[in-house]
């Protein structure tokens, strides 16, 4: 785990507990038994930048643009989280954006890749919160 030392964004913390929580949890079940999960966090320009990554193969391009869409798990057929709905990263997708924020995917040599950018708190009385 990469964190920086200090980084203030406004946010609910335990929506944001839960969107951290879902990326970790689905890196734990898309990767081998034992296989680590890195999270970092760090700044880019006026964002928090949150990164979850796991060794896995690229998503599909079909799937890869419906992943924050809901019920997308159960549409791919994916079995490794039988109990799963498919809502996981399209409540974080809402959650991160009721923050100003963004999520995305992308796949990066053997890691899938799974990004937050969180507005900083840069003193902005303009800034709701939270």
């Given at each position: 785990?990469?964190l920086?030392?200090s980084?203030?964004?406004?946010?609910?913390?335990?929506?944001m507990?839960?969107?951290i929580?879902?990326?970790?949890?689905n890196a734990r079940?898309?990767?081998?038994?034992?296989?680590?999960?890195?999270?970092?966090?760090?700044?880019?320009?006026?964002?928090?930048?949150?990164?979850?990554?796991?060794?896995?193969?690229?998503?599909?391009?079909?799937?890869?643009?419906?992943?924050?869409?809901?019920f997308?798990?159960?549409?791919?057929?994916?079995?490794l989280?039988r109990?799963?709905?498919?809502?996981g990263?399209?409540?974080a997708?809402?959650?991160?954006?009721?923050?100003r924020?963004?999520?995305?995917?992308?796949h990066?040599?053997?890691?899938?890749?799974?990004?937050?950018?969180?507005?900083?708190?840069?003193?902005d009385?303009a800034?709701?919160?939270?």
């Amino acid at each position: 785990m990469d964190l920086s030392a200090s980084l203030e964004v406004e946010v609910d913390p335990y929506r944001m507990e839960q969107v951290i929580s879902n990326l970790i949890s689905n890196a734990r079940q898309h990767s081998g038994p034992g296989a680590p999960i890195q999270v970092a966090l760090s700044q880019q320009g006026d964002q928090a930048r949150i990164e979850v990554r796991n060794t896995a193969l690229a998503i599909a391009p079909a799937l890869a643009n419906a992943l924050f869409d809901p019920f997308t798990r159960a549409a791919a057929g994916i079995e490794l989280n039988r109990s799963g709905m498919g809502l996981g990263l399209y409540i974080a997708k809402q959650i991160v954006a009721g923050h100003r924020g963004r999520i995305a995917y992308h796949h990066d040599g053997s890691q899938v890749v799974f990004v937050v950018n969180i507005p900083l708190r840069l003193g902005d009385p303009a800034l709701p919160a939270r």
